[in-house]
């Protein structure tokens, strides 16, 4: 069975870091691209990240480019956002999802994680 | 970048009805489109992608049609399990963005 289990999700200040990571088993995890999907509580979805198979090829959007790091450790079948300084906009559910193909263009979230809660606030 | 407008946002419908959720796109994104289910304290699920095509597993009774940048949704015959929000996603070109969600409740 596909699994994705998110962790590392926390209450932190702004301005602070925190690094998610997601645990995959029962898929040969270096054959799929990855990607981080966040959902602000009340509000909608928001793609984030996404990493190819191999982490030749990664995607941000605008709101944390710069600032959130996308990786991942094929020996560890994990996947990990690295999130620098951190803005109270960013607080949301973080999802980890799976794709069924290596690269990252045309992104389809096939197999999801239950995500993991990041606040940012004072 | 393009965006995603869905409608209704909420739909109360009884079980054994006929729905259908509409999402538009901005531009002409071919057939690169999605549908997910999203249930709370669930894991998301991926119902239909390539705006047509039934991911495994899925009830029959889900479809998509569309193309350019008019795309339906349609559940044939309400189920109890199929009061949850649903979402549509272009995979088009990044940013990869999504429909605010059409919450379907119940009757």
């Known amino acids: 069975e596909v699994q994705l289990v998110e962790s590392g999700g926390d209450l932190v200040q702004p301005g602070r870091s925190l690094r998610l990571s997601c645990a995959v088993s029962?898929?040969?995890?270096?054959?799929?691209?990855m990607h981080w999907v966040r959902q602000v509580p009340g509000k909608g979805l928001e793609w984030v990240s996404s990493?190819?198979?191999?982490?030749?090829?990664?995607g941000y959007a605008d709101s944390v480019r710069g600032r959130f790091t996308i990786s991942r450790d094929n020996a560890k079948n994990s996947l990990y956002l690295q999130m620098n300084s951190l803005r109270p906009e960013d607080t949301a559910l973080y999802y980890c999802?799976?794709?069924?193909?290596?690269?990252?263009?045309?992104?389809?979230?096939?197999?999801w994680g239950k995500g993991t809660t990041v606040t940012v606030s004072s | 970048d393009i965006q995603m407008s869905q409608s209704p946002s909420s739909l109360s419908a009884s079980v054994g009805d006929r729905v259908t959720v509409t999402c538009r796109a901005s531009q002409n994104i071919g057939n690169f489109l999605n549908w997910y289910q999203f249930k709370p304290g669930k894991a998301p699920n991926l119902l239909i992608y390539g705006a047509s095509s039934l991911q495994s597993g899925v009830p029959s009774r889900f479809s998509g049609r569309g193309s350019g940048t008019d795309f339906t949704l349609t559940i044939s015959s309400l189920q109890p399990e199929d009061f949850a929000t649903y979402y549509c996603q272009q995979n088009y070109d990044t940013p990869y963005s999504f429909g605010q969600g059409t919450k379907l409740e119940i009757k």
């Open positions: 999802a799976k794709d069924e193909k290596p690269g990252i263009v045309g992104a389809t979230m096939y197999v």
């Open positions: 029962g898929f040969k995890f270096n054959d799929y691209a």
């Open positions: 990493i190819s198979w191999n982490s030749g090829s990664l």
